[in-house]
């Protein structure tokens, strides 16, 4: 066991749990946001450098500090280690710059865009970008791709995080999923766009953090907070699927199927092609419930559970708050 | 006269093969390592030389020789780098071109030091009609039982093979170079686990530069001690140079660590002074990474002593008024230059070679290079340059690899101390543009230069 301090706060974590881990089990408020690390990827990770942070003392028995920010996801902790994440300045500094860098060829299509509403650019940005650009020149971009028949694929938007690389290597058999060409102008690729055809290959839509893949069977249809997920499952005739999934309803209509995402917007686990795609009637789930949606969420913004009606604020309150 | 220990036979006719080569001494080291040495002495003789990587570092070799693990039943490896690519350097190119055999024999050497039984020559793919000189030399090392089972009828064993990249300065990355060799995408790995655990294939390796394995020959033939007494303080031995740009003799010169870049720049033993007389202007000392110095700082430090050819006193004075010795790629330039329109140029190849997997890098390299052209079209602001120290500030020290800081320490340098030449541009640029010289070459007609090869 090692004994950590992040921000402050101090936890005891197995040996060779990364710095990363060790915040989210303190909490969200003290975990820093991933746009690439996802824990049910090996080898995810370290590219993005969202998650940086500062060590300031290595352990107990070498507290000198690290010359440089680390990637909390690839970092391991060593007994006494102390982590400023939020309450560093340098660690700030060098997340706005993150931000700018990955939003910098990035369309911000987001009114037209479906991963809207569940992006972790999104949030990212808002959480910790600045609220100006400082760049005119044109954007990066690319044509859309279909890979397979129901993946789509706008590489326009890909922040090349390797998520869905790392996804096509370990849950797909076969790898034919990959990364083209060098800096500004890689990309990701089927290979000369040969259409992933195997049964876990929709999960690549699940992982991407913003709206690259995207579900065709899906497009257009809605917008994510005019739908209502509900929990559901069936006895999925693919050993290796789970079959637990969310609906996402529009009345009565199945619009989206999609696996179950924790706290950290990570499947909890991976689902098969039929499930995802061909499974939309009520009549193929048995069902379990609505679908708890963090409150903050847009996605909660039209459900009728854990509505929280606005308390009745008079002048002195809102003074308090705004100070 | 210098004192030359890698060059020495360089003038010898016929070098390149290998009778000639044999008849001036040539394998000694693997004589005298295999029959009388063992392993761990041959280790302790590189460490005891003070020998420092060639390849732009400057890590101690004896040091990163004795990092490598060696678990049981596990092989290990020994990995030239000879990819090279970086702007302004090309000695290991003429090392290799003239002294093929010097480098066969630095690899068994060092093979044998470190337990490897297969070792790797990873060469740049630009370099391919290097790679026959090489496996022309490889061959005839087989043939005279320099390679290949039981060598001088020991016990051991080597295999050495050269394998071409296709061509990406980022395979000069010791772990991209792995990634590559093993036949993968040339990303860099995610540190740790160092190679020396974990490299190729998994097994534990090291990554040597030409010149450090080079090195290694005369270190095991003269004694570490007798190395180490060449050279400057921990500076030791001699360090090849490529000298470029505004000189009147460009070349590769091997100096002895520790003479002044005064004598370097103006005497006639190495680059002869600035052509045409004109006034020296600044200085890339280590190849396009490493940050420009105007003149005065290059031929003193800030405390005004004079500056040495040696890790230590290029870097004398931080980056606020130093540099580093790098890869020894020398760019000279006099007073015509323009340090905007150079400082494109370099921009422009860090952002073709970024490999892409880190945000700060793969979106940072193309903007600096957007803003650099921006300016020198003639539609800079004043806040275009602060926003240029902005970015460079965001990318160093926050990538996973260190191509990140090579780019972003060229920029920084260059608006430290040449601030006032990027406001000339913005305030007046067509003046500006007139300036004649400048290491551009925007007009190379790659399709031609291929098709004639
Ligand atoms: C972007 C980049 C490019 C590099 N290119 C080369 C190269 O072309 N040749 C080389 O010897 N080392 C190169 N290096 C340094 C190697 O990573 C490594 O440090 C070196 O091969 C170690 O050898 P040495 O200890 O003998 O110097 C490069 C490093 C980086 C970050
Ligand atoms: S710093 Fe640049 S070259 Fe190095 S890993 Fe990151 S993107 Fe690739």
């Known amino acids: 066991m090692a004994k950590i301090t992040i921000d402050g706060i101090q936890i005891e974590v197995p040996d060779g749990t990364t710095i990363l881990n060790a915040a989210r089990m303190i909490g969200p408020d003290v975990a820093p946001p991933t746009m690439c690390y996802y824990s049910k990827l090996k080898t995810s990770g370290g590219y993005c ?31 006494g280690m102390i982590v400023a994440n939020n309450t560093s300045a340098k660690v700030k500094d060098a997340r706005a710059g993150v931000v700018e860098f990955l939003l910098l060829n990035h369309p911000l299509d987001c009114p037209v865009c479906d991963q809207a509403g569940e992006c972790h650019l999104q949030d990212l940005s808002y959480d910790h970008g600045n609220y100006k650009t400082r760049t005119d020149f044109e954007r990066r971009t690319f044509e859309k791709i279909d890979i397979g028949e129901k993946i789509q694929l706008h ?145 909660s913004a039209n459900h009728y559970m854990n509505l929280v009606k606005p308390k009745e604020l008079k002048l002195n309150d809102i003074k308090q708050i705004t100070e | 006269m210098g004192r030359k220990i890698l060059l020495e036979h360089i003038d010898v006719p016929g070098i390149n093969t290998y009778e000639v080569y044999r008849s001036k001494g040539g394998y000694a080291s693997v004589e005298k390592a295999l029959k009388t040495m063992s392993p761990q002495e041959v280790v302790e003789e590189v ?30 490896y020994l990995v030239c780098n000879a990819d090279e690519s970086e702007p302004g350097t090309f000695k290991d190119r003429y090392l290799m071109e003239h002294l093929p055999h010097l480098l066969v024999e630095g690899m068994i050497t060092s093979s044998y030091a470190l337990g490897a039984n297969t070792s790797y020559i990873y060469i740049r793919g630009e370099y391919f009609y290097l790679v026959r000189i090489l496996e022309k030399a490889i061959a005839e090392a087989y043939a005279n039982g320099w390679l290949g089972k039981n060598i001088l009828g020991t016990n051991y064993s080597l295999d050495l ?52 394995i080079a090195a290694v020959v005369p270190i095991i033939n003269m004694t570490g001690d007798e190395y180490a007494k060449i050279g400057i303080g921990r500076s030791a031995g001699t360090k090849l140079i490529s000298a470029s740009g505004h000189i009147k003799k460009p070349g590769v010169y091997e100096i002895e660590m520790g003479i002044t ?18 006034k020296l202007k600044a200085v890339v000392a280590g190849g396009s990474s490493v940050p420009i110095l105007p003149a005065d700082l290059i031929l003193t430090t800030a405390n005004g002593e004079k500056r040495l050819m040696s890790y230590e006193s ?105 601030r006032q030449e990027f406001e000339d541009f913005v305030k007046n640029p067509s003046a500006q543009r007139e300036v004649k010289y400048y290491f551009h070459c925007n007009n190379i007609d790659t399709a031609a230069a291929y098709s004639s090869l």
């Open chain 1, 49 to 79: 450098r969202t998650c940086l942070v500062e060590v300031t003392a290595g352990s107990e028995k070498d507290p000198r500090p690290m010359p440089k920010l680390v990637a909390s996801c690839r970092t391991t902790v060593m007994d």
């Open chain 1, 155 to 299: 590489m326009t938007r890909c922040i090349l995080c390797y998520r869905c690389v790392k996804t096509a290597e370990q849950i797909t058999d076969g790898r034919v999923h990959g990364v083209l060409n060098r800096g500004d102008h890689a990309e990701i690729s089927t290979y000369i766009e040969e259409a992933i055809d195997n049964d876990f290959s929709g999960n690549v839509i699940d992982v991407c953090p913003v709206g690259a893949l995207t579900d065709k069977t899906f497009r257009f249809k809605s917008r994510v907070w005019f739908t209502k997920p509900v929990d559901a499952n069936r006895n999925c005739e693919n050993e290796r699927c789970s079959g637990k999934v969310v609906l996402w309803y529009q009345g009565e209509e199945v619009l989206r199927v999609t696996g179950r995402k924790d706290q950290w917007g990570e499947v909890e686990e991976f689902i098969c092609n039929t499930c995802r795609f061909d499974k939309k009637q009520t009549s193929d789930w048995t069902i379990e419930g609505p679908r708890k949606i963090n409150r903050h969420s847009v996605i």
């Open chain 2, 47 to 76: 460490k005891k030389s003070g020998l420092r990587g060639r390849g732009g570092a400057g890590f101690p070799t004896g040091m990163k020789w004795s990092f490598l693990a060696k678990p049981e039943g596990v092989p290990s």
């Open chain 2, 161 to 212: 093979y050269v394998h071409p990249g296709a061509g990406a300065y980022i395979c000069g990355e010791e772990t991209a170079l792995l990634e590559s060799l093993e036949g993968k995408r040339g990303n860099p790995r995610i540190k740790p686990p160092f190679p020396a655990i974990a490299g190729l294939y998994g097994c534990p390796t090291v990554v040597n530069n030409v010149e450090t």
């Open chain 2, 261 to 278: 870049v005064e004598d370097f720049i103006y005497s006639d033993e190495y680059c002869g002074g600035i052509l045409n007389d004109k």
């Open chain 2, 314 to 418: 290029l870097a004398d004075g931080g980056f606020a008024t130093g540099t580093m010795l790098g890869s020894g790629g020398f760019i000279v330039m006099d007073e015509s230059t323009s340090i905007v329109q150079n400082l494109h140029t370099f921009a422009r190849f860090y952002h073709h070679e970024s490999c892409g997997q880190c945000s700060p890098c793969r979106e940072g390299t193309g903007w600096m290079e957007k803003i650099i052209h921006k300016i020198l079209k003639g539609h800079g602001t004043l806040e275009d340059i602060d926003l240029l120290w902005d970015i460079q500030r965001k990318i160093e020290g926050n990538t996973i690899c260190p191509l990140g800081d090579a780019a972003a320490w060229p920029v920084a340098s260059a608006i430290r101390h040449f």
